[in-house]
């Protein structure tokens, strides 16, 4: 409709006004509707047919109205009056022409309030005007702190007024980014999930306050409060009490099912409700949530109710699959300004917290429904109310602002709100390997922004772009320009200060002078979590080597039996510093490991597991055969996996593998069996000890 609106306002403008000309009116009207305390925004824009009728159309921004037509449009004798059709009460608007403003009242069910609009410009046109030298100011940004490349797409109501690239996809190749490059947008993925579950609201199949155990019996959390209180609301808006625990999913090869059944084995550290805590894994269970539901994949899910009614070819779910595309941006880490390449992390388990892969092109798409109130080409997509339900504050967030800039309100359903300079905004964030996102809407003034990016670490260019331009398109530039560059310059130079001063702290902890309380060679071991899952503790030549999730490193004496994860190479950073205590048993055998794997809480607690090799078979068989104990016969023998001992008297007892060679007797607390061998290696077993909580007693094995 936008080629006709000019065409619209400049007739209205000469029934109104006959001392001037068509051609000198404006062709796009906004204005507001004076409801006490809280005015209510909306435009209109008109258009005079060949056959001489008029026609036209208001939006609504707050009440997700876009594009209504307008019913018993008339002008005449300086004049306007119009009819919103379909809504009770009849609203009508009734008002006089003055040049450039129209005032009059507003009257709907009996009622009758005053309103205004002026002629106003085309929020495309005004976008345009604004970003006149944006390509020289990002070309700045990624070179002042040396990212290789970035996508940018701006829209303006329904309309696209930048989609374009800047820098390289890889600083090896030098390939220039596109508009159809394809970025990982990390946690902006949240708001793809929480649109899903609010399409199946509409349908019925949902309810945002009903417990999520109506729809998921199995779910359970380590608290049963929260595990009964939960509901899918909660899901959405990070109030569940539980902190981050990225490290359950980052690395692992864990599938969804496999990661929603270990949530009930993830402390809390805030009651249900509490506080907001960001948390991936409650999103994947959102998206675990909306499969269970459909029998649908979440990727289906998406694909279906958004990629496909929005026509986002450019878009996809799996870092795998963005490997392979030949416009891909490569994932680079960022240090002292230089971009080096790293691999693409694979968290396709997570992937409804974070793993959609999309182009500029893509976000166009996106941000112009959800600009549009959720219609796209003609089709709704979501009930407006529910859109809005996305965009409302459900959580607060506890930070006190750091100046007058920009006040976070609180959490939505996927998107973090905030007053930016007096705007409603609407935006989110998204990191992980290698990229950094930002997307931002701003829902009253009908403006989005999306900027992404192909490097990590410290990179604040999605933040200091997409701030800038917003300030330009909502008109806060002109009143007075912020520096972001330079203040995110700060925040870097003050970041690397904290973390030197951090550093400096963590070492004056160390205990000079210790010594580990045994031989390296028995901390060795798998170390278990029902939550966590494994780490594993291996002997490298003469040093310990740690791995978890596939991410491995070294580890190096700290003090006493304490020990610090070290990178011996690039790939092996993730862990560094990661600090692990050993602890022993009344034994003396190393028992247990604690690792600080959430840095909210105490660290982890994983029990070492028994040696692989005491549940193999052709291990096993060493130690069957016959045992001299005192006056009786001690009998060992193997069923699959398992020894088994048989006394005279006494049942078979069923051996569970231990340490060592040591095997607790099953349903038997306090007592076991250790095999010893002879001298020369663990080939010849020369008897076993029977350990009972009344005393040790000593048995010979009986050569056949």
Do not use: C
């Amino acid at each position: 409709m936008r080629a006709s609106i000019a065409t619209l306002v400049l007739l209205v403008a000469a029934a109104s006004a006959p001392a001037q000309e068509p051609a000198e009116l404006p062709g796009h009207w906004e204005g507001a509707i004076e409801i006490p305390g809280s005015p209510l925004a909306f435009d209109v824009d008109l258009v005079l047919g060949e056959d001489g009728a008029w026609s036209g159309d208001i939006s609504i921004p707050a009440q997700g109205a876009k594009d209504v037509p307008l019913k018993d449009l008339a002008i005449d004798d300086g004049r306007i009056r119009f009819v919103i059709p379909g809504v009770p009460g009849e609203p009508t608007f009734d008002g006089a022409i003055e040049g450039e403003e129209i005032s009059g009242d507003f009257t709907q069910g009996g009622q009758s309030l005053s309103f205004s609009m002026s002629a106003g410009e085309d929020l495309g046109e005004r976008a345009r005007a604004a970003l006149e030298g944006i390509d020289e100011y990002v070309e700045k940004v990624l070179a002042t702190f040396g990212v290789p490349g970035a996508a940018v797409s701006v829209v303006a109501g329904d309309e696209v007024v930048l989609e374009r690239g800047y820098g390289v996809r890889d600083v090896e190749s030098g390939e220039a980014v596109t508009a159809d490059t394809l970025f990982a947008i990390g946690s902006t993925s949240k708001a793809f999930t929480a649109f899903v579950l609010g399409t199946l609201v509409d349908e019925g199949l949902l309810e945002w306050d009903e417990p999520v155990r109506e729809y998921l019996p199995d779910f359970r959390l380590w608290d049963e409060h929260a595990t009964q209180r939960l509901k899918v609301r909660d899901l959405l808006i990070h109030s569940s009490g539980l902190p981050r625990h990225d490290l359950v999913w980052y690395g692992s090869d864990a599938s969804r099912a496999e990661l929603f059944a270990r949530l009930r084995h993830l402390e809390p550290t805030r009651d249900l409700g509490e506080e907001y805590q960001y948390q991936n894994l409650m999103f994947m269970t959102a998206g675990w949530l909306a499969e269970r539901i459909t029998g649908k994949t979440w990727e289906e899910l998406v694909r279906e109710r958004i990629f496909e009614p929005l026509g986002i070819e450019r878009a996809n779910f799996s870092v795998e699959e963005s490997g392979r595309d030949a416009d891909a941006a490569t994932p680079h880490q960022v240090e002292d300004r230089t971009a080096k390449p790293v691999p693409f992390r694979n968290i396709d388990a997570i992937g409804p917290a974070g793993s959609i892969n999309a182009s500029a092109t893509s976000a166009s798409k996106w941000m112009q429904m959800l600009l549009s109130g959720g219609e796209f080409g003609g089709e709704r997509l979501i009930e407006s109310a529910t859109l809005r339900e996305m965009v409302t504050n459900h959580m607060a967030i506890g930070a006190f602002p750091e100046d007058q800039t920009s006040m976070v309100m609180g959490y939505g359903l996927g998107w973090v709100l905030e007053a930016h300079r007096g705007k409603f905004l609407a935006h989110h964030g998204g990191g992980i390997d290698g990229f950094i996102s930002w997307i931002a809407i701003a829902p009253r003034e009908r403006f989005g922004v999306a900027v992404y990016t192909n490097g990590a670490g410290m990179n604040p260019v999605p933040t200091v772009v997409g701030r800038a331009i917003l300030d330009r398109v909502l008109g806060l530039a002109e009143r007075e320009e912020i520096d972001y560059l330079a203040k995110a310059e700060e925040n870097l130079k003050q970041f690397a200060e904290a973390q030197a001063k951090q550093e400096e702290s963590e070492q004056e902890r160390r205990i000079e002078g210790t010594s580990p309380s045994r031989a390296l060679a028995e901390y060795a071991g798998e170390y278990e979590h029902p939550g966590y899952g494994a780490v594993k503790v291996t002997l490298d030549g003469e040093s310990l080597a740690l791995e978890y999730n596939g991410m491995r490193a070294g580890l190096e004496h700290w003090h006493y039996d304490t020990f610090s994860a070290v990178a011996r190479n690039e790939s092996e950073e993730d862990l560094e510093d990661t600090k692990i205590l050993f602890r022993a048993d009344v034994d003396g055998h190393i028992v247990e490991a604690l690792v600080a794997l959430e840095q909210t809480l105490p660290p982890i607690v994983l029990e070492k597991a028994p040696d692989a090799r005491l549940t193999d078979p052709g291990y096993l068989q060493r130690f069957v055969g016959r045992y001299q104990l005192d006056e009786q016969i001690a009998v060992v023998s193997l069923a699959g996996d398992r020894l088994k001992v048989a006394l005279p008297g006494q049942p078979v007892y069923t051996l569970e593998p231990e340490q060592g060679s040591e095997f607790a007797l099953e349903g038997l607390p306090g007592f076991s069996l250790e095999f010893q061998f002879a001298e020369g290696g663990e080939e010849t077993v020369s008897g076993a000890r029977f350990i009972q909580p009344n005393g040790i007693f000593e048995a010979t094995r009986i050569e056949e």
